[in-house]
């Protein structure tokens, strides 16, 4: 529907904001002010015939993570992938390098550690809902705007830690969507 269709009143519900039009009763934040943002070890592993899974960009498409056809690592090579941050439930995987900005959300207790190029986002504050808003136009549009490189795109980590998201106001609204 355009926008000429719509009621005085439903126009005032929306505000304009750095990021684009929004309700009037949601915000705008930062990644960093409501997450953590964990980079992956700059190097790559000897890999193993068995063991723990390491998600490389390759690995992280759109929706819940897949570890299936991962490479795998040994227990040691896992520790040291691990020591800032264990990847847990709830957490979003992003993509920094090559298909940069694509995300998975981590619905498995299965242990894992990060491969190079790739980062994880862990809130406190809603992952379900960062996982959406990160996955939305408003965001897109900025990760596309900040992407730097000629032959491999490269999504830095402070670009994803300056990512504006909007976020309800109300916590039943984030329920209502992360549903």
Same mark, same amino acid.
């Given at each position: 529907?355009g926008r000429?269709?719509?009621?005085?009143? @439903?126009?005032q519900e929306?505000?304009e904001?750095?990021?684009?039009?929004?309700p009037v009763d949601?915000?705008?934040? !930062?990644v960093?002010?409501?997450s953590?943002?964990?980079?992956?070890?700059?190097?790559?592993?000897k890999?193993?015939?068995?063991? *723990?899974?390491?998600?490389?960009?390759?690995?992280?498409e759109?929706?819940?993570?897949n570890?299936k056809?991962?490479?795998k690592v040994? /227990?040691?090579? *896992?520790?040291?992938?691990t020591?800032?941050?264990?990847?847990r439930?709830?957490d979003?995987v992003?993509?920094?390098?090559?298909? *940069?900005?694509i995300?998975?959300?981590?619905d498995?207790?299965e242990q894992f550690?990060?491969g190079q190029?790739?980062?994880?986002?862990h809130?406190?504050?809603n992952n379900?809902?960062?996982y *959406? &808003?990160?996955?939305s /136009?408003?965001?897109?549009n900025?990760? !596309? &705007?900040?992407?730097?490189g000629s032959? @491999?795109?490269?999504?830095?980590l @402070?670009n994803?830690?300056?990512l504006?998201i909007p976020?309800?106001t109300?916590?039943?609204?984030?329920?209502?969507?992360?549903?």
């Open positions: 529907m000429w269709n719509l009621t005085a009143k @439903q126009v929306f505000k904001t750095e990021i684009g039009k929004i949601w915000e705008v934040k !930062e960093k002010e409501i953590k943002v964990i980079d992956s070890l700059h190097k790559t592993p890999y193993a015939n068995d063991g *723990y899974s390491m998600v490389r960009v390759t690995d992280i759109s929706g819940p993570l570890l056809n991962t490479l040994t /227990k040691e090579v *896992y520790e040291e992938f020591k800032n941050h264990k990847p439930r709830n979003v992003i993509g920094r390098v090559g298909t *940069y900005g995300t998975s959300y981590v498995t207790d550690c990060l190029n790739t980062a994880v986002i809130s406190e504050f379900n809902f960062v *959406y &808003a990160l996955n /136009k408003l965001v897109k900025q990760i !596309e &705007a900040r992407v730097v032959t @491999q795109k490269t999504f830095s @402070q994803i830690r300056e504006q976020i309800p109300n916590s039943t609204e984030i329920s209502k969507i992360t549903k």
